[in-house]
Nanobody
Framework: QVQLAESGGGLVQAGGSLRLSCAAS????????MGWFRQAPGKEREFVAA????????YYGDSVKGRFTISRDKAKNTVYLQMMSLKPEDTAAYYC????????????????????WGQGTQVTVSS
């Protein structure tokens, strides 16, 4: 079992920044990658970013490229999502997830690839 705890969400004005954190605990020793997804009301869950745990290769959704940065602290079993130049359309519940299998690239953009999910943290961007 792996437990994921997100933090850092909140209300911010358009153009502002937020940093989300996700701390993993439990059986994390075979983590392949961690990712962030988001879901707005009435919309499907959307891939935001992912990072491979060993090497740190990063992947981003088209809508956040150049504005969001994913990183990880292996010693703390924590993944971060630095969000810059936020837009009202970034408003959503943000979920972190961990993949305990193998794979990289396009596979990591699929929600079905991930084994455990956090409860989510709300990000609201006002115009």
């Amino acid at each position: 079992q792996v437990q994921l705890a997100e933090s850092g969400g909140g209300l911010v004005q358009a153009g502002g920044s937020l940093r989300l954190s996700c701390a993993a605990s439990g059986r994390t020793f075979n983590t392949n990658a961690m990712g962030w997804f988001r879901q707005a009301p009435g919309k499907e869950r959307e891939f935001v970013a992912a990072i491979t745990w060993t090497i740190g290769t990063t992947y981003y959704g088209d809508s956040v490229k150049g504005r969001f940065t994913i990183s990880r602290d292996k010693a703390k079993n924590t993944v971060y999502l630095q969000m810059m130049s936020l837009k009202p359309e970034d408003t959503a519940a943000y979920y972190c997830a961990t993949d305990l299998g193998v794979g990289w690239g396009a596979d990591l953009k699929l929600a079905a690839k991930y084994d455990y999910w956090g409860q989510g943290t709300q990000v609201t961007v006002s115009s």
